[in-house]
Structures are given as structure tokens and as C-alpha cells.
């Protein structure tokens, strides 16, 4: 699996846009970007993932760039509620039974 | 997420004392995972199972057996916990095929005094 970069910690004030980034700039053209975040003393929580092109779900936006070396989690209108850590993986995707290695990820705290 | 429950979601047990945490899914995922969270390792991977029947060790295995008899039920058992397996314990499930999302479970804090 591709290595992930990402800020140790960010702000975010309630009700903007939180945008976390992430370089893989090592990614290869097989490996897939996901996110997923863990709120204190919960078990981790799927978020989104992608190839290349830019993904939106119910919780979040993925944008990932043209050449697949970073990507940004777009939470849109953050709460108190999305202060977790986030983690940025990327992988490739497939049936096996390949355990999830999560790195430091980015501490995001939403401030009132 | 993917309807998993874990139980029990706290123990305390004494040391030498045999543990067995059990996790339930009601999605019907293939593979399911035991996972350990302790400060500063992250998350290590303890077993998993890709089928009814069918484990394999994760990276740290030692002291840890699983059992998988339904497709729904994953559990962990310590056979004579140590103060060195207290930690909180995730259970994860992962649907067949060409997905690799993994759906995680609350968690179950267990101490060993």
C-alpha cells in the first residue's frame, strides 16, 4: 500500500467547510483512496473512497487530483460532532481478507 | 455500520482468567476481523476470518483464539488473560468481492487486573 502524508492536527469553525489533505504521491494506477475517521472512544467509521475521479457521498466530498498524487476530504458543513481523527488510506481494492493499517491521521477539531 | 454489536462492551477480569468477547454482524459480510487499539500502536490486527471455519493470525496473535461456527458470529477468546492484553478491542466486517471497505463495531474495553 501507498504511503499517506497528512497534518497532524487542523481547526475548523462549526458550520464551514472542513477540507483535510492528504499526499500519495508514490499511489499506483490500481490503488484506491479511502478515508475514514475515529471519533474518541468509537470504533472507526467508513467515510468515502475513490480511484480517480471525485466521489460525494451523505457525509463528505473526495477531490482527487488530476495525477492521483493528493486528495482532499471535503466535509462541507462541519459540526462539533466531526471532531475526530481522520485517516487517509490507500490501498488497492479486492477480495481479500487484507487487514487496514491506519497511520497517525489528522486530529480535526470543530470549534464553536 | 453493517449491523455490528460487540459484547460485552466493558469487562474487568483478573489475570489467569479466561476472556471471550463476541462480535455479531447482521449483514451477512464474509470476512471479520479482531482488531486491538492501545496508545501508540494504532490498530494491530490480532486474527481474522475469510468464512465459516476459516481464520487466519493477524501480526499479533499470541495468546488470542477465535472461532467462527456462523457467518454472523466472530469470537475472541483470551484463554488466561494478562495485564499486557488489556486494551480496547474492534471487531470489523468486510463484505466478499471487489469492495474493501471495512465496518467497524463499538469497541469492547477490557481491563486485566
Known amino acids: 500500500d501507498a504511503k499517506t502524508t497528512q497534518p497532524t492536527s487542523m481547526d475548523c469553525a462549526e458550520g464551514r467547510a472542513a477540507n483535510l489533505p492528504c499526499n500519495h504521491s508514490t499511489i499506483s494506477g490500481n490503488e484506491y483512496v479511502y478515508w475514514y475517521r475515529q471519533i474518541h472512544s468509537q470504533g472507526p467509521q467508513y467515510i468515502i473512497h475513490g480511484l480517480k475521479n471525485n466521489e460525494t457521498n451523505e457525509m463528505a466530498s473526495l477531490i482527487i487530483t488530476e495525477d492521483r498524487k493528493s486528495s482532499t476530504l471535503i466535509l462541507p458543513h462541519a459540526t462539533l460532532r466531526d471532531t475526530a481523527v481522520y485517516y487517509c488510506?490507500?490501498?488497492?481494492?479486492?477480495?481479500?481478507?487484507?487487514?487496514?493499517?491506519f497511520g497517525s491521521g489528522t486530529q480535526l477539531t470543530v470549534l464553536p | 455500520d453493517a449491523g455490528i454489536t460487540q459484547s460485552p462492551r466493558h469487562k474487568v477480569t483478573e489475570t489467569g482468567t479466561p476472556v471471550t468477547l463476541r462480535c455479531h454482524q447482521t449483514e451477512n459480510h464474509r470476512y471479520m476481523y479482531w482488531y486491538r487499539q492501545d496508545p501508540g500502536h494504532g490498530l494491530r490486527l490480532i486474527h481474522y476470518?475469510?468464512?465459516?471455519?476459516?481464520?487466519d493470525k493477524g501480526e499479533v496473535s499470541d495468546g488470542y483464539s477465535v472461532s467462527r461456527s456462523k457467518t454472523e458470529d466472530f469470537l475472541l477468546t483470551l484463554e488466561s488473560a494478562t495485564s499486557s492484553q488489556t486494551s480496547v478491542y474492534f471487531c470489523?466486517?468486510?463484505?466478499?468481492?471487489?469492495?474493501?471497505?471495512?465496518?467497524f463495531g463499538p469497541g469492547t474495553r477490557l481491563t486485566v487486573l
Open positions: 470489523a466486517t468486510k463484505a466478499g468481492g471487489n469492495t474493501d471497505t471495512q465496518y
Open positions: 476470518s475469510y468464512g465459516v471455519k476459516d481464520t
Open positions: 488510506i490507500v490501498r488497492v481494492a479486492g477480495g481479500s481478507a487484507r487487514q487496514l493499517t
